[in-house]
């Protein structure tokens, strides 16, 4: 779909930054439980993948992301083996800043992708956006339900889904315009990257 | 199938009515655990249409009521937003009462229908019974665990699943005789709201 | 694809004993959290079939093992009504290192068959590993989850997910050389099997 050589670079190398930064957070929370490895590998898979398993099944797409590209999974699997260092380690070289744009830059990329990959398959606008949050937070909402608690995007009132509604939203309508679906694609999901970053940064809470 | 213009209304009108209790139960477990109104949208669409989704996973069927019908998905959306005031109206306007006789039409039509659409598709009996219960109940199910509880349904000795069955079950014996679907699907609907409520009214519980 | 009428048999013997050990753990969580009849059908269901079902919505596999077979889901239903005195029954005659036994012979056998029909699936090497995991493990899961809990398997540093990967691992090794199918099966769920008694006899433990 995406032809422009310079930005499927970009655009690859966000991904795997993105499906770096839920397995993470995946991690971390696996250590607060005090897993054990195995148990570590299929909380990080759960936060990494879920959302876009669950887009999968739901409009009947396949191969599996992580089936086509099990690479990730087995990276992961090693990772898992090796947690507490990995955590040790990104604690130390990453900003806790770094992994909050990462999980970002992941939440703009998975909810996007789902919207655009639910409009191909011609579901109706709402769903398409839906989909697209549903994407983009699920493995988050799996991660917090296999280690009990209520997930943390549910009630957090920091923006969260809700930037992810608002670029999803974004995205249909400039799929209205001559706009270049590559051009939709990078801002919609700048758009859900800056807006989850801003009202971070300014501390804006949502109604509860 | 059903072609009576005149049940035809009252069975949309009732759906309705089932889609409404089942989000506003959500509604209400959200403001308990003090979600944002992202996150109660969740937990609302979640428990709407959580059932009738799952049951169309395992008998592949699509689109997805909720894809078919997005205006209730829109409409809860909206609603999400303003549920404190949802909620003060509601149980101003409507009595608990009221809010259950709604939940229980649900169960029975959300019930049935699964048992119906099962055996269209050709499950076996017993399953077909299964898939219609599950229809009914796992929507309340996902409420619950996304709330991080134990599901009230599974825990609570007031039987609900189980008028769930009981009315499954005459569905089938009924399919049996030369009884118009049409009417079936009435008797055993009301069969299941009815057992619902008498129970509840006269404090039957299980053992357990 | 098997064609031994005496391994079949041996075979068949070991599914239900599996099922039937996977059921009885669903119904000591139930009667733990004091579910009512029909919670602990829905849960040790759940526990029984959850990870061949998972394993078949993503495989695209049809009809469900708890269909075609529904003479399980029966026998479930009715000692799911009979539960506390299945039960004392069960504690009285059998030792609870009969329903560890029958519990490991599950993970082998279930994980065995995930791996293998993964790969009859045409799935890449380390998928149908997590496959095979997957479908042992997760049954065990939505019982935890069901009953609010993080799941044993998550957190017990106990090996028993580790042992379903070995397995896997093993059956595709083996699956690379001439020996015969029916005989890999045989060895890799033996080998999960003593793999699972003997950590937990030697109490071996993966760190956390």
Redesign the interface.
Known sequence: MIEHPGLMLALSIAERLAIFAYAISGFIE?RR???????TF??A?ATAFGGG?VRD??L?R?P?Y??EH?NY??AI?VLSFFAPVVLKWTSRVLSDRALLVADAIGLGLFSISGTSLAMSAQ?????SV?MG?ATG?FGG?LRD???????L?????R????CA?AGCGLYLLLAQTPLDAVYNVLLSTTFILLARLLTYRFDVR???
Chains 1, 2, 3 share one sequence.
């Open positions: 696996a439980r005090r897993l054990d490895p195995v148990g299929l909380v898979m398993t099944v739901l009947e396949r599996f992580w089936v099990q999974a087995l699997f579901m109706p606008w709402f769903t839906i949050v937070v909402i339900v296999l280690c009990n608690e209520v997930p995007i549910l009630r957090d009132s923006p969260y889904a809700t509604f949502l109604p509860h």
